[in-house]
């Protein structure tokens, strides 16, 4: 598991132990990406793709803005929703983002269905898990509620997609409303059914060099390079929607 950067400087970790740090490694710090959970998917072709040393650090989006709001470090900021970088962007901790993926909703059940689920329709009466409506999968998923006019009743509320996955994996729930890439990568674990009119609420994924950034010309390339025809091969592999 990729393991998120100290506040404590390297410099000062070495000097501590009577070491000296390497050229490379005091000038050449690894960029620290702060991706929104469900695009930890695409991190080992990222890295790979960018030759850069890369770290990650996946979380819900809300909460990535505000670990960068009270002063975390960070790099390169990958938002799960437009909303989410706006604010980012007015609070001064990430400029210039850009759009690099669509990501839409649907449905996921446990292998094997055991509650026999097979439309919102059924959804009352079932143990259902959706992101917290202040974060984007949350807000998404009232979206297409108060669209389709549907009156859902979850018996948990998650922070991050990734948990609600989780939740719908290990049994906990009977149905969850997740990313269509997430229940991509679940693969066998769970079913999939699609939600009437998620395609018209999809969610933009926007990426932007933090105002903290080490190396601002590094993290730039790699937010160019989320956006590139390489990468775009990448999103679309996972489920994503390439960024027009």
Avoid at 80 to 90: C, G, K, L, T
Avoid at 110 to 128: C, M
Avoid at 174 to 191: F, I, K, Q, S
């Amino acid at each position: 598991m990729p393991r998120p950067r100290l506040l404590v400087p390297l410099t000062a970790v070495l000097l501590a132990a009577g070491c000296t740090p390497t050229p490379t490694e005091a000038e050449n710090p690894a960029l620290l990406v702060l991706g929104a959970s469900s695009t930890r998917v695409i991190n080992e072709e990222l890295a790979a793709l960018s030759g850069a040393d890369l770290e990650f650090l996946n979380a819900g989006t809300t909460t990535l803005v505000e670990q960068l709001a009270d002063g975390a470090p960070g790099d390169v900021l990958i938002t799960a929703d437009e909303a989410s970088m706006e604010q980012a962007v007015a609070l001064g901790v990430a400029r210039a983002p850009r759009v690099v993926a669509i990501n839409s909703m649907v449905m996921v059940v446990p292998a094997g269905n055991p509650a026999g689920i097979t439309s919102v329709e059924d959804l009352p009466g079932t143990t259902l898990v959706l992101c917290d409506e202040r974060v984007p999968c949350g807000a998404s998923a009232r979206r297409i509620s108060d669209a389709q006019d549907l009156a859902l009743t979850p018996a948990f509320r998650e922070y991050s997609v990734s948990d609600v996955l989780a939740r719908v994996v290990s049994g906990q729930a009977d149905a969850g409303w997740v990313y269509r890439t997430d229940a991509l990568d679940a693969g066998a674990a769970v079913e999939v059914i699609d939600i009437p009119g998620a395609e018209e609420h999809p969610n933009t994924l926007l990426a932007a060099v933090t105002t903290t950034a080490v190396d601002k010309q590094a993290a730039t390339d790699l937010v160019t390079l989320l956006h590139s025809p390489a990468m775009a091969r990448v999103w679309e592999e996972h489920g994503f929607l390439p960024a027009p």
